[in-house]
């Protein structure tokens, strides 16, 4: 298995000066004082970055745990709620890491979440048999986390803390999480960051991932103006579809493809039928198999000027750049049900698997196996774009090409 499928396996102040007393206004003439507008939520805003460095293709920001905080780099998944790190004594199994792992008892606000709290029922209502919280998360490829719910101050900037933060403190971590040192939760669940923060901050948040590995993209929780490319005009908005099933996770209604100003022959039930979930901690785009093989065949047909390379796991449509200074190909945008376009960055179309081959890229989609319950836009397609996520109004905004 090349390292590149295993990479793959985890398929997520301003002040205002006092106004000068008004101009006495002649007598007979109605003066309305101005009603200043309602204050908005508070924002925070962190840098993200690829995590290739921590041998992940998640994108990864550092926080800080505890009094004093110890900051901790993270990955970034919204189709997960529990935000957890690895922390001493690793009674079951802590695997290496980039940082020194999060010792507990080296901190004055930390505790254990106890059996009756309301958090606990969230993460399960498991118990142990001193009366504290239990939690466990088992991912798609099989990779778990299991721990002690506990509370913990975290440190979103050296500025903005949320004490009483609610997260796994990891004793049994087994799987393939590369060297970050745990992951923020960012689903629709009550434990997850989002929701936590929604008191402080507001039922919003957006994230940019970076278009190169060498450049950050950003985490903001809280509502913020969009980026300065971005009126809030130009932002496209669809809704956020919710699944009984599958409560914690962001859907989206795709109903077609647009290539190059081609769309996709394929009837939008091909894609309504189990749905589309979006995604940050999922690496790739998994299309109906019927909708992938359009998007490749029409791909291929724009790309003849191309010299075809070999496949390469997981991806069967792939091209030889060398000696070409400039790469051109067909945009590709995503069209929902309820009229809105989400624009594809030029960086997010191909993906370059191979280190020693680094002229080599392929289309960085793939067929959907017949395991996986619903379509997935993971964030390899992300990339470069402002994405905005609305809990409060239940719709998810692209900006686009902002990092």
Aim: glycine fraction near 10%.
């Amino acid at each position: 298995m090349n390292r590149l499928s295993k990479l793959l396996q985890r398929s997520s102040v301003s002040s205002a000066a006092a106004a000068p007393a008004p101009s006495p206004l002649p007598r007979g003439i109605p003066f309305f004082p101005p009603v200043a507008p309602p204050a908005e939520a508070p924002a925070v805003t962190i840098p993200d970055s690829t995590g290739t460095s921590l041998d992940t293709l998640e994108f990864v920001v550092t926080v800080g745990f505890g009094s004093p905080a110890q900051n901790y780099t993270l990955s970034i998944d919204t189709g997960s709620d529990v935000s957890w790190i690895q922390c001493l004594p690793c009674s079951g199994h802590c695997y290496k890491q980039h940082d020194p792992v999060f010792d507990p008892t080296k901190s004055a606000t930390y505790s254990a979440v106890p059996c009756g709290h309301p958090q606990c029922a969230a993460a399960g209502g498991k118990c142990s048999n001193s009366g504290t919280c239990l939690y466990k998360v088992t991912y798609g490829d099989g990779s778990s986390t299991a721990g002690v719910l506990s509370h913990e101050t975290l440190s979103l900037s050296s500025t903005r803390d949320l004490p009483g933060f609610a997260f796994g403190c990891g004793q049994t971590n087994l799987g393939e999480f590369g060297g970050v040192d745990g992951l923020v939760g960012l689903g629709r669940g009550a434990l997850s960051l989002p929701s936590q923060a929604a008191a402080t901050f507001g039922a919003t948040f957006s994230y940019c991932l970076p278009s190169y590995d060498t450049t950050h993209g950003y985490l903001t929780m809280g509502s913020t103006t969009p980026a300065a490319s971005n009126d809030d005009d130009d932002v496209q908005y669809t809704a956020m579809i919710q699944k009984e099933d599958y409560p914690s996770l962001y859907f989206v209604e795709v109903v077609s493809i647009d290539i190059g100003g081609y769309i996709l022959p394929v009837p939008p039930t091909v894609f309504t039928r189990d749905g589309t979930l979006f995604d940050s901690g999922t690496i790739l785009t998994y299309l109906p198999p019927e909708a992938y093989a359009s998007l490749r065949d029409r791909f291929k047909f724009t790309m003849t000027q191309y010299k075809p390379a070999p496949a390469y796991d997981p991806f069967d449509t792939c091209y030889d750049f060398t000696g070409h200074n400039a790469i051109f190909m067909p945009a590709v945008a995503f069209k929902f049900s309820d009229g809105a376009v989400f624009d594809l960055s030029p960086v997010a179309i191909l993906i370059y698997p191979d280190d020693t081959a680094p002229a080599t890229g392929c289309l960085a989609f793939v067929p959907r196996p017949s395991t996986m319950p619903f379509n997935i836009i993971g964030n390899t397609q992300q990339r470069g774009t402002e994405v905005i996520y609305d809990v409060a109004a239940e719709k998810i905004g692209f900006g686009q090409f902002t990092c």
